[in-house]
């Protein structure tokens, strides 16, 4: 955001800058440091201070080939708030490491303009007792989840791939080879981790699948769903269809019923809201953190 009149400086979706961002409105140049360089006519004007007019600044770490951002002025603990759903998940934060997803590549992103509110989208990932029902290629490839079983509840435990599965594609046909540094017993396995609030990590042996959820609205919500690949599968063109198919129709199957739920949610019908069978019970612990961020916000 442009410290002058705030017009967006970049509009980009990626690429490349040299030495300095200009905005596009009247031609302030900030250098990558986010101080103010030059703008027209800046000798002579003796109000505009090169510093304190220099773009905001917000905390980022760099994770999984990724930057975070917490625009929060003082934020928690990254270790706390991000590494720790990694730990709670798969039992020790090195557990991610084998897959090395810092050097994937985005083998195809989709985005969906889901009309729902975040909460509901998290709530849905974190439950299997839907899976039966809305995710009939999903449950092939994963018969275990046909039974309800919150695979997300118990710390280190991988939803394993039916016997007749070959690899985490729609049809349950080969996928690619296993990622090179992968533990053996981590091929023919599924986890799935959830880091509030807005991002979700889906492992499997060949490939990874990142959601990033971005809430525009109380009922609007855009997700940006990663596939991410070996980057010699992605250079070499191969074919990823039937790997992204599977967890596309996935995602469509889960936004359809996130869609379905979020009339009720103004409803003075739902107004006390629903029940959690027992086999979602730990969404209650998402209820817990949520109701503890918004107490304690500002
Ligand atoms: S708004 Fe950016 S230079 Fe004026
Ligand atoms: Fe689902």
Redesign the pocket.
């Known amino acids: 955001m ?6 967006r ?1 970049c509009v980009d979706e990626a690429g490349s800058v040299k030495r300095a961002f200009q ?6 140049t900030y250098a990558l440091d986010g101080n103010l360089i030059a ?1 027209p006519d800046l000798t002579s004007m003796p109000d505009v201070d090169r510093v304190a007019y220099g773009l905001a600044e917000v905390h980022l770490r760099e994770w999984l080939g990724y930057a975070w951002v917490n625009l929060a002025d003082d934020p928690p603990s990254f270790e706390d708030d991000v590494l720790s759903a990694v730990t709670e998940r798969l039992g020790t934060l090195e557990g991610i490491d084998g897959y090395e997803i810092d050097r994937l590549s985005v083998g195809k992103r989709i985005v969906y303009d889901v009309k729902a509110n975040w909460k509901l989208i998290i709530e849905n990932f974190m439950e299997c007792y839907h899976f039966a029902t809305i995710h009939p290629e999903l449950t092939e490839v994963l018969p275990e989840f046909a039974d309800g079983y919150a695979a997300q509840y118990y710390v280190g435990h991988g939803a394993e791939f039916g016997d007749e599965v070959r690899g985490f594609t729609v049809d349950g046909s080969e996928g690619f080879e296993k990622l090179p540094a992968l533990e053996e017993d981590r091929d023919r396995k599924y986890y799935a981790i959830t880091v509030k609030p807005q991002v979700f990590i889906n492992l499997v042996p060949d490939h990874v699948i990142v959601h990033r959820m971005y809430p525009l609205a109380a009922d609007r919500t855009v997700v940006e769903c990663d596939w991410l690949c070996a980057k010699e599968v992605v250079d070499t063109g191969r074919d990823v269809s039937r790997s992204v198919e599977l967890f596309h129709r996935v995602n469509e199957q889960d936004f359809e019923a996130c869609e379905r739920c979020q009339p009720a949610m103004s409803s003075r019908a739902y107004a006390h809201g629903g029940v959690l069978v027992p086999s979602e019970h730990h969404i209650g612990g998402f209820h817990v953190w949520l109701v503890r961020k918004l107490e304690s916000a500002d």
């Open positions: 442009c410290r002058h009149r705030g017009a400086i905005c596009p409105y009247h031609a302030w703008a």
